[in-house]
């Protein structure tokens, strides 16, 4: 049987980018619309805000944001939206609060209106606060039971310290503490549209539809309070942190190495760095200690960005027996790429790759929504990607060589494991100074 070659991508095709509107309404809040008609649906993405408040309650808020207005119950709300094929959303990182959702393109109205009145008119209400903070406990309780949530947890103290990112994840009893009250008082102070972003992507007249968001949208007003988080603290390499878990039969390896912000020049360069080491399956450590030596199912590498700091992330469950070599092939390919120059091929592939998964993620209404919206919180717009993807497709050797080796350095990683520390610590300490600590 005679095999045809797949046809090859065309990455280096001149980008398209869709009409789009912009609008900075009264109050502060810019609104962004971009004409994406594939399907007749509309993609929301509401950026506000939210560095320096309390953790535990701003975890709560965005679990019970949509519990109720002065109006309507939760049900409400939710079937409200069902009317409309849509739905809403909310989600919170250290920087921000998210909220998510789509509706059929023609209850764009009736989706910003329901918007608008959770905005402007929260009501808490303290059965279905009490429900949703009990679900929020128990969602804390499964994940600090789990090795990927501990590991990381112990990564972020490890090269955050005291800086507010070094702690992501509330603790369930603080979490019981928080009242209804204070979720409302923290709305008022802080769910606010000054310096917040609304981007809207589908089947619209991005003029009309961001009349739409006007019209729904006007009443929400209010300064913002100053949430600007100061700089990361640069990484500190240090010893190895070994963090103990008894009888595990897995050990989890993770790293942060430094990385650069999306808007420096040198970024592209940096994500080929990152694809070449580790950032997808045909990358050097995947063949290494997935592909070769079948230490680990799932290694994988990606830059993190927050407002304040990027970092470079490295992450393997590894069987306990195999910590030690694990490590070591991983430092080993630190090292290569930080040392040697990529192949012409190898960097080729990489580059493919990257092109083609951007514009893969900007093919559907969801990933443009997120794309403008994630650009929007850094002061760019979609434009920007002209620019992204000509430096992706121009980046040399030496380029990618320049910037691997003052970012992807062994010498410059932050390394924390867990694990069965009698079992592993052996092997580690014949690599590296180990100290154990606490997650």
Do not use: C
Request: proline share 8%.
């Amino acid at each position: 049987m005679t095999t045809k070659a797949l046809p090859d991508l065309i990455p280096d095709a001149k980008i398209k980018l869709p009409r789009e509107a912009e609008r900075t309404i009264a109050g502060g809040l810019t609104v962004i619309a971009i004409r994406r008609p594939a399907v007749p649906l509309v993609e929301l993405r509401l950026r506000v805000p939210f560095g320096k408040t309390p953790l535990p309650r701003a975890t709560l808020l965005s679990q019970a944001l949509f519990t109720g207005t002065g109006t309507m119950t939760s049900v409400d709300i939710a079937a409200e939206l069902q009317a409309v094929g849509g739905g809403l959303s909310a989600g919170l990182d250290p920087d921000k609060l998210l909220i998510s959702g789509n509706s059929l393109a023609a209850g764009l109205d009736r989706m910003l209106e329901i918007l608008a009145a959770v905005l402007t008119d929260p009501g808490y209400p303290n059965e279905e606060v009490a429900t949703e903070r009990e679900r929020l406990v128990d969602h804390i309780q499964v994940a600090q039971s789990q090795p990927a949530h501990l590991a990381r947890t112990a990564l972020l103290k490890r090269i955050y310290g005291k800086h507010p990112y070094a702690i992501q994840t509330p603790e369930p009893e603080q979490v019981r503490s928080v009242r209804p009250a204070q979720l409302r008082a923290l709305h008022a102070d802080r769910v606010r549209p000054e310096g917040a972003v609304l981007v809207l992507v589908g089947d619209i007249n991005p003029e009309k539809a961001i009349d739409a968001a006007e019209k729904a949208l006007g009443s929400w007003t209010g300064p913002a309070k100053d949430g600007t988080i100061p700089p990361t603290p640069p990484l500190e390499p240090g010893p190895l942190l070994l963090v103990d878990r008894p009888g595990a039969v897995q050990s989890s390896l993770r790293m942060a190495l430094p990385a650069l912000e999306r808007t420096d020049p040198d970024y592209a360069a940096l994500q080929l760095a990152n694809l070449v080491f580790g950032g997808y399956f045909s990358s050097r450590w995947v063949e290494n200690i997935r592909e070769d030596k079948g230490y680990t199912y799932g290694p994988h590498t990606g830059i993190e960005h927050f407002a304040a700091g990027s970092a470079l992330m490295v992450a393997a469950e590894v069987a306990t027996e195999v910590t030690g070599p694990s490590l070591l092939e991983t430092l080993y390919e630190l090292g290569r790429i930080a040392s040697l120059p990529p192949g012409e091929e190898e960097l080729e592939q990489a580059r493919r790759y990257a092109l083609g998964t951007l514009r893969l993620g900007m093919s559907t209404q969801a990933g443009l929504a997120g794309l403008a919206s994630m650009y929007a919180g850094i002061g760019l717009r979609l434009d920007h990607l002209r620019e992204y993807t000509a430096a992706l497709a121009s980046a040399t050797r030496e380029q990618v060589a320049d910037v691997a080796s003052r970012f992807l350095a062994p010498s410059k990683a932050v390394t924390v494991i867990l694990g069965d520390a009698d079992k592993v610590e052996a092997p580690l300490s014949a690599l590296t100074t180990v100290e154990r600590g606490a997650a």
